[in-house]
């Protein structure tokens, strides 16, 4: 169980244009969804959490205006990255809670952006 | 910061025992996790602490001392397919679900 689905896997586009993201949780409702940033070599940075029905909260250094995130669903949260720029280009990793008792994140298997 | 440290890199032999460690900031602490993650996948999940204590599933085990901000990430008997990185996260605050990752470790196992 716990399984995490996103879409796509692999994108390139034209600096300018925007680009969704998809993360869905498969078999569980997921009250809480994460967005995270992993540039080559690094760490995951959490950029945002997503609750259901509400606003995303982001974390500081990360601009809510070109990262628009839709938690529509118990099972679909969007990460939207208007007009991206190669400095954007990165792999973009979601992850889900089961629930309010349950503290491990699942992850989806991540969205490899590129920006030309 | 949460500052999280754990060795950048780690080579062991197949079949082997290899301990993998982390330090975090005490202050705050709520619960540590270790997650493997393969080169351009997603994490996985291997375990969770909040207690002082071994856990122990299958081959891999998971250590924490609260007191100590210390915790590390035993694997027994190393198969090849173990190669990867391992990363060390605890949770941002009591009361936060939201997690804080080190930068991991790449672990290497050598025939």
């Known amino acids: 169980g716990a399984v995490v689905s996103q879409h796509p896997s692999r994108v390139i586009c034209k600096s300018g244009t925007s680009v969704k993201i998809e993360c869905r949780s498969l078999d569980f409702q997921a009250t809480t969804m994460f967005w995270y940033r992993q540039f080559p070599k690094q760490s995951l940075m959490l950029m945002a959490t997503s609750n259901e029905g509400s606003k995303a909260t982001y974390e500081q250094g990360v601009e809510k205006d070109k990262f628009l995130i839709n938690h529509a669903s118990l099972t679909l949260s969007t990460l939207t990255v208007t007009s991206a720029h190669p400095e954007d280009s990165s792999f973009y990793i979601c992850s889900a809670r089961l629930g309010r008792s349950t503290d491990t994140q699942y992850f989806g298997p991540g969205t490899r952006l590129t920006v030309l | 910061g949460q500052n999280i440290d754990q060795p950048t890199e780690m080579t062991a032999t197949e079949g082997a025992i290899v301990q993998i460690n982390c330090t975090y900031q005490?202050?705050?602490?709520?619960?540590l996790f270790w997650y493997q993650q393969h080169a351009g996948e997603a994490p996985t999940f291997l375990s969770y602490n909040v207690l002082d204590g071994l856990e122990e599933k299958g081959r891999f085990s998971s250590f924490l001392s609260r007191s100590k901000g210390y915790s590390y990430l035993l694997l027994k008997e190393l198969q090849m397919k173990d190669s990867a990185s391992y990363l060390c996260?605890?949770?941002?605050?009591?009361?936060?679900?939201?997690?804080?990752f080190g930068k991991g470790t790449k672990l290497s196992v050598i025939p």
């Open positions: 005490t202050s705050g602490f709520n619960g």
């Open positions: 996260a605890r949770r941002m605050g009591a009361g936060s679900y939201q997690l804080t």
